[in-house]
């Protein structure tokens, strides 16, 4: 299995707060995105880099920010969470743009009360 | 919006080939099509993707009809850990995957 980890796993908070989600993978992969999935829906992008410092804004970026400061993170921000904002985070990486496969992580269940 | 079609759901009887249906009828000639599952939230696992050939590899195979319209992912002898979501995905311009509500897979014994 590719090395991705994401922390926390699990997060309940409230309205209004602010979240950061965090990526890790040992990969060295240059591609890293953060992925949304709703109930009985597929994935959205929110945001990916393509390298340090290197981001740009997917499908459901509003509400969201990213920040990558080393090539092996990621971190999702959500810098006044809504409940709308409640869903499961995954992270993923590839070795590139074209690559036939993106790795994912396991994960974080986001609940926002 | 998704650019692929599939069945919400689809069941199959163990040891036996679960073959998953796929439009994608707006594809252009140089995009792929995609295959992934995710098993019961999981992060999704790639299967398999292919470009006109018909391919296969240690999971499953991948035929897609000349036209390229559309294509069916085998699982040749399916068994209980095959139950998962199948994505059928293709890039949109810039390149991201996207992906639609794929097919429940349920396997039973």
């Known amino acids: 299995d590719a090395g991705i980890t994401q922390s926390p796993r699990h997060k309940v908070t409230e309205t209004g707060t602010p979240v950061t989600l965090r990526c890790h993978q040992t990969e060295n992969h240059r591609y890293m995105y953060w992925y949304r999935q709703d109930p009985g829906h597929g994935l959205r992008l929110i945001h990916y880099?393509?390298?340090?410092?290197?981001?740009d804004k997917g499908e459901v970026s509003d509400g969201y920010s990213v920040s990558r400061s080393k090539t092996e993170d990621f971190l999702l921000t959500l810098e006044s969470a809504t409940s709308s904002q409640t869903s499961v985070y995954f992270c993923a990486i590839s070795a590139d743009r074209m690559s036939t496969e993106q790795y994912f992580g396991p994960g974080t269940r986001l609940t926002v009360t | 919006d998704a650019k692929t079609t599939q069945p919400p759901s689809m069941d199959c009887a163990e040891g036996r080939a679960a073959n998953l249906p796929c439009n994608h009828s707006t594809i252009s000639g140089n995009e792929y099509v995609y295959w992934y599952r995710q098993i019961h939230s999981q992060g999704p696992q790639y299967i398999i993707h292919?470009?006109?050939?018909?391919e296969t590899n240690e999971m499953a195979s991948l035929i897609i009809t000349e036209d390229r319209k559309s294509s069916t992912l085998i699982l040749p002898h399916a068994t209980l850990r095959d139950t998962a979501v199948y994505y059928c995905?293709?890039?949109?311009?810039?390149?991201?995957?996207?992906w639609g509500a794929g097919t429940k897979l349920i396997i039973k014994p």
């Open positions: 292919g470009l006109k050939n018909n």
């Open positions: 995905i293709v890039r949109d311009s810039n390149y991201q995957l996207i």
């Open positions: 880099s393509y390298g340090v410092k290197d981001t």
